[in-house]
């Protein structure tokens, strides 16, 4: 082996033993900075999107000169969000003003949403053709018969309609909403809480009979 040989082998062989002490000073150094070192290629993919569950304001002025701006409650990310409408309620006796209003905030509950609103991810789960009559005569003044029985809804559908009438006209004095079905049955005073407002698909509205059994 001549002496040039001997001299490239050994320069080699320094070089690698320095780095063989060089990486792990490196690893340290990086562990000392909060970096934590790895030895293969890591892709988590992209961020995780978001749900804004927010649509832009409506032009109220607009609005209000073509119905009556209101608040209805839709699904969004399992949770309901109110969203803005407008409805129009035909004149009548003042003692069918509740039904009144309370039949149009069903029609706008069973309304597919707009195109902006599915964007935001917003849907309904209140079905169509639901309708909503006044009290029987053994009901509270202040109850609503639905065409299909309140146990008979899904639990995000009376949550929808409970938290659409507690803020409306359709609600009794007390915020409470006195819901009965299409037969004899007592109706029953539910509540919009947070916690069905937050979780509407778990969370049953919090209800009491009227006839107090």
Sequence with gaps: ????????????????????????????????????????????????????????????????????????????????????RTVRIEAGPAETDRVRA????????????????????????????????????TDPGDALRLSTAPAELTPYALAQIICTFSDSEAASDDGTVTLGGPGTGAPRRYECTEAVRTRPGTETPPSTRTDGS
């Design 1 to 84: 082996m001549t002496r040039s040989t001997r001299a490239a082998l050994t320069a080699r062989a320094t070089h690698v033993a320095r780095l063989a002490l060089a990486l792990p000073l490196l690893a340290v150094v990086l562990a000392g900075c909060g970096i934590r070192a790895t030895e293969v290629p890591t892709d988590f993919g992209p961020a995780p999107s978001r749900v804004p569950c927010a649509l832009t304001g409506p032009d109220i002025g607009t609005q209000s000169s073509r119905g009556i701006l209101v608040q209805v409650f839709l699904v969004c990310s399992s949770q309901l969000a109110p969203v803005d």
């Design 102 to 137: 309370a039949q149009a905030l069903l029609d706008e509950l069973s309304e597919a949403p707009s195109d902006a609103e599915k964007q935001a991810n917003y849907s309904t789960t209140v079905p169509k053709a639901l309708t909503v009559d006044g009290p029987l005569g």
